[in-house]
Each structure stands twice: as C-alpha cells, then as structure tokens.
C-alpha cells in the first residue's frame, strides 16, 4: 500500500479524551511556536505549574518592559529536563521574540517533524518529537496519539528524525510567520528547531523523487503503518 493510501486508512474515533480541540487547533499545537503572548492562554489553569509557570513569569517581564527577567524565565525552561520537545520549542520561539538566538551547536537540531498532507477531503498530519512522543491525525477526525509509555517506536521516530535532521542542515530557517496548511495534492515537511521552522513542499509525487524530502517520506510512512499498527491493536483489545 503507498504512503497516500496510508493517510486515508485510518477509521473510526480517535483515542483521546472528549475535550480534544478540533482539528484545526491541533495543528497549531504541533510545532511549539505560538507566539509568546499566547503561551500559555491568560485563563490557563496550568499558569501555576511547571513548566508554564516560567512562560507565565516571561510573559510578565516582557510586559513589565524587563526582558532580561523574561530571558530568565524561559532558560528556567531550557534547563528543566525531561520535559516535551514542543516546551523546548516553545522557549526557544519566546527567546527568539526577545533577540536571543541558539548557540550554534543546536541551532539546528530537529526536535519535531510534522508532515501535512493536502487532500481533498481536507489535512492530515503526522507528527514526531525528540522526547519519543509521535501523532497522526487523519482529516476525518480520527487519530493516533503516541506518548512514548514503551520504546517500541522509538527506531521509526529516529528514522524520521535523522532523515530530517539531513535536510535542516541543508536549507535555512523560514523567516516569516509560518504559513497556512498545504492545500490539495501538497505536502509539507516541517523540521522544527531551536532557530525556528525549516520546511519543504511540493506535489507529493515530486517531493517522493526528491533526493532530500523523498527519505523524509519514507520513514514517515514507516511510522505510520507503526502507529496505525498500534491503533488497530488497541481497538483489536478493546473489542
């Protein structure tokens, strides 16, 4: 079956709580880049704890004009461990907003990848993190949602990764506001570092024959039929 067929493969409702948000607020959230003032939201409940408690502090400091308090704040973040790749990301969005950029070594480290897909039905998107965690959502509204509780998808979340990370050395940072979703026949990958997204995009059958963005491809769909492996084996046991 071609990589294609595997984002329309997915049935029946994702397996996550009822109060997900909808489709297009879960793309948002994928690439640990809204902008500092919205992360996290005024009426959070989670503003008191860590880490969202230090983008909290930076957000007050920017606003009090104190940007070396702000700075402070969202290295808090950097040096907290264990915490989601998207954190990461999102400390290193704020600090770029303040004029502060990743030391050279890390710069361009892939922490994420997303892969969106344009089809006429709509977007679907799959996405893996440096922390172990990975997600697919199917434009349906179906989804996978994999927090890393064993190792056993870690090789194709690394594959994904190193195939990447091959490109981000490559290409530069995009300097502008990340763009909409891909339409019809589409797709992006999205390399997501402390300098800020990198991305590639073309019809699908270009970017397959693509010397840099076809092995991206390939270790995306081997993810795929791994989460979707995971999914059907979870409703498998369920029924």
Not at 77 to 94: C, D, G, H, I, N
Not at 197 to 213: C, I, K, R, V, Y
Request: glycine share 10%.
């Amino acid at each position: 079956m071609g990589f294609r067929q595997f984002f329309n493969k997915l049935k029946g409702p994702a397996p996550a709580p009822a109060s997900v948000p909808p489709p297009t607020s879960i793309r948002e959230l994928l690439f640990g880049d809204l902008p500092s003032a919205q992360w996290p939201a005024a009426d959070s409940e989670v503003r008191g704890q860590e880490p969202w408690k230090w983008f909290a502090a930076a957000q007050q400091a920017r606003a009090q004009g104190d940007t070396a308090a702000a700075e402070q704040a969202l290295r808090q973040v950097l040096t907290t461990p264990k915490l989601e790749s998207r954190q990461y990301l999102q400390a290193w969005q704020a600090l770029r907003e303040l004029g502060v950029a990743p030391p050279s070594e890390t710069a361009k480290q892939v922490l994420g990848v997303v892969v969106e897909v344009g089809l006429e039905q709509g977007l679907d998107l799959l996405a893996a993190y440096a922390d172990g965690s990975a997600r697919y959502y199917n434009y349906s509204g179906a989804g996978v949602v994999w927090e890393n509780p064993d190792d056993s998808l870690a090789p194709h979340i690394g594959a994904l990764r190193a195939a990447g990370q091959r490109v981000a050395d490559r290409i530069g940072p995009w300097e502008e506001a990340r763009p909409a979703a891909p339409g019809p026949g589409q797709v992006r990958l999205n390399l997501l570092t402390p300098s800020g997204l990198h991305f590639g995009q073309a019809p699908f059958n270009t970017l397959w024959e693509d010397e840099m963005g076809g092995p991206v491809l390939v270790a995306a769909q081997q993810l795929m039929q791994a989460l979707i492996a995971k999914h059907e084996q979870v409703t498998e046991n369920r029924g």
